[in-house]
């Protein structure tokens, strides 16, 4: 009667270790393709210009426009940030 000497536990950890290498291997030749990108932005550089200057007319509040773009308050919150860290950068602007 020849019983199993592997144990469940050892078994799971070779599983696993396979499963991670070859996800490894796929996202490298997705990345050779070009394939990998990662998740994409709600808004575009122009919807973002837009959204701010309408925050900074002071006609909307944050939480009126989130709802027109259809985005996160906090969505509102980055584009701001992100249109305020460009300016002081100077990234963007034209040179005469």
């Given at each position: 009667?020849?019983?199993?000497?592997?144990?469940?536990?050892?078994v799971h950890i070779i599983e696993s270790d396979?499963?991670?290498?070859?996800?490894?291997?796929?996202?490298?030749?997705?990345?050779?393709?070009?394939?990998?990108?990662?998740?994409?932005?709600?808004?575009?550089?122009?919807?973002?210009?837009?959204?701010?200057?309408?925050?900074?007319?002071?006609?909307?509040?944050?939480?009126?426009?989130?709802?027109?773009?259809?985005?996160?308050?906090?969505?509102?919150?980055?584009?701001?940030e992100r249109e305020r860290t460009r300016n002081?950068?100077?990234?963007?602007?034209?040179?005469?």
């Amino acid at each position: 009667m020849g019983r199993r000497t592997c144990r469940p536990g050892v078994v799971h950890i070779i599983e696993s270790d396979l499963i991670r290498l070859r996800t490894r291997e796929g996202m490298k030749v997705a990345k050779a393709k070009g394939r990998l990108r990662g998740k994409q932005p709600k808004l575009n550089h122009r919807q973002e210009a837009h959204l701010v200057a309408l925050l900074t007319g002071g006609e909307y509040s944050t939480a009126e426009l989130a709802d027109l773009f259809g985005v996160a308050r906090s969505t509102v919150y980055r584009a701001v940030e992100r249109e305020r860290t460009r300016n002081v950068m100077g990234v963007g602007t034209q040179v005469s």
